[in-house]
């Protein structure tokens, strides 16, 4: 069965950092385009960061550029998604997806998703 799996959620007071992570069940990740995406409660699911399969390109939404990094391990077929400065806005459900092309930062055409981690920040 062909599935990804979140991990690193959790409770952070605002201010703190996080760190998700994206592995595959499967399947290896080293070949796909890697998108990050959260949806809060009441709200529909937005995009947060996309990385290229070889890791040189990436994009951010404006609400968290400068806060948030991209990355990956191809070594360990993952990805990550560091999360700093949190705020409580950055609240939601984090999800990692997986597709074969590159895309923009919106396009929410994926191949394979995470079941997501729960973020939550709060004092």
């Known amino acids: 069965q062909l599935q990804l799996v979140e991990s690193g959620g959790g409770l952070v007071q605002p201010g703190g950092s996080l760190r998700l992570s994206c592995t595959a069940s499967?399947?290896?990740?080293?070949?796909?385009?890697i998108g990050w995406f959260r949806q809060a409660p009441g709200k529909e699911r937005e995009e947060v960061s996309i990385?290229?399969?070889?890791?040189?390109?990436?994009n951010y939404a404006d609400s968290v550029k400068g806060r948030f990094t991209i990355s990956r391990d191809n070594a360990k077929s993952t990805v990550y998604l560091q999360m700093n400065s949190l705020k409580p806005e950055d609240t939601a459900v984090y999800y990692c997806?997986?597709?074969?092309?590159?895309?923009?930062?919106?396009?929410?055409?994926?191949?394979?998703w995470g079941q997501g981690t729960q973020v939550t920040v709060s004092s």
């Open positions: 499967g399947f290896t990740l080293n070949n796909y385009v």
């Open positions: 997806a997986a597709r074969r092309n590159w895309a923009t930062l919106k396009e929410m055409s994926y191949d394979y």
């Open positions: 990385i290229s399969v070889g890791g040189r390109v990436t």
